[in-house]
C-alpha cells in the first residue's frame, strides 16, 4: 500500500521545516513516483517489487 500523497508531502514539509531530510523506502514504482511527488529528498533503494527499470525521467 502507498501512502497517499498529501500524507507524504505533509512529512515532509513538517521536516523540511526542521531542516531535516527526508528518506524514503519504496517498494514498487508506484511508492517511488509518490515519495518524489511529495518531497523526499532520498529514495533510499530502488523499487524491489517491481523489478523494472526506472526511466530517465524518473531519476
Known amino acids: ?29 508506484t511508492g517511488v513516483a509518490a515519495a518524489v511527488a511529495g518531497g523526499v529528498d532520498v529514495p533510499v533503494h530502488v523499487a524491489p517489487e517491481d523489478r523494472k527499470n526506472w526511466s530517465p525521467a524518473l531519476i
Open 1 to 29: 500500500m502507498t501512502t497517499p500523497p498529501e500524507v507524504i508531502r505533509a512529512a515532509t514539509a513538517a521536516a523540511h521545516a526542521q531542516g531535516k531530510p527526508v528518506f524514503a523506502h519504496p517498494t514498487d514504482n
